[in-house]
């Protein structure tokens, strides 16, 4: 059995339904159902008797010890944390104590854990660390794309907080030899994403006829990877990662902001035609996010040489299944949007309990 924190947000979800499609193992989600957890997203799976829920904040040192000593996981994939650059920018705080102390509780529960089992279960426990590549800071035009040996030089405090967590991470390793694995991916789209960043927001305000909002000039670069090859890299890293290693992941995709929404309000042309014009018409240029990082760029040669993980979507056939993603699941971005998917396992459960 594996333990997957944060595992009703966005990555962590689609991680948990496409690992229960391929494989039998059982699956603990620990997730505290801040506002972007959603168990609507683990819906398809909910008579599934290998996913167990537990509504845990990782902050509880003590709760997530007792989960360890009631399922004893062979290994921890850690997604939980505040995700959101302009939530950050806003209120830091939540950030700090999800990100890093909470991060911190995880790593001693694991730890403690760990020390105690036998010398082959020792052996083969994992710790795999679901990190950004905000965590190197902001590239200009011409640099050499982020590689694991980049410097760590975070802006914001999402990424502040993430570079934080990384380094506990690492030091587990060195100093107690807890088996360690850490990714830095970059922005990922996809299914179950949260309608507050970029590509999911621009999607509902087109549909809802409002202003498609790009903050400063829109030619901040960031370099996209489809939420399921991101799964499949984190899950190539936990078969086969070396402990202690870090592998960044990246599509290769380094698109300016104006681009995507450009594709997007295209193919929604295309798909959803408006009557009053085209989508692009809404598109409003509104002052820049502060400390906006230029661009980010990642080099995945050491996945791909070392785990031998390439993408299988790209671009144009990742954005393209969004989009229908997007406009075949209104339902789920209402009640998101109206607050209703709270109340979700009520009014699943509610009146059979
Ligand atoms: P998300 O915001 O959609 O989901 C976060 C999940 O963590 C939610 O289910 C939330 O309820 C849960 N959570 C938050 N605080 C918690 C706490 N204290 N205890 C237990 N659960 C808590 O985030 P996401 O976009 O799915 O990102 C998942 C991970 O991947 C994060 O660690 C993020 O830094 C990293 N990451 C994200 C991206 C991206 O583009 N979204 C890219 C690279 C790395
Ligand atoms: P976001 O999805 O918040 O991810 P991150 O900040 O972690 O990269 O934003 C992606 C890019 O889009 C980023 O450069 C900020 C920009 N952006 C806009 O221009 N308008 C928006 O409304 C949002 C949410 C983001």
Redesign the pocket.
Known sequence: MIFV????????SNFVLHRLARFDEPIVV?????Y???RENLASAQHDPRLIFSH????DGAAIAALFAAHRPRAIVH??????VDRSILGPGEFI??NVN?SFELLEAARKYWQELAAEARAGFRFLH????EVYGSLGPDDAPFSETTAYAPNSPYSAS?AASDHLVRAYHHTYGLPVLTTN????YGPF??PE?LIPLILQNALDGKPLPIYGDGLNVRDWLFVLD?CRAIERVLETGRPGEVYNVGGKNEIRNIDVVTVLCAILDELRPRAEGRYADLITYVKDRPGHDRRYAIDPSKIERELDWRPEETFETGIRATVAWYLDNRGWVDRVRDGSYRDWIDRQYGERT
């Open positions: 924190t944060g595992g009703a947000g966005f990555i962590g620990i997730d505290k159902l801040t972007a957890g959603n845990t904040d990782i902050c997604f939980a944390a505040e995700s959101h104590r999800t909470g679901v990190s950004t590549d993430k991916c970059s922005n990922n994403q949260f960043k991101h």
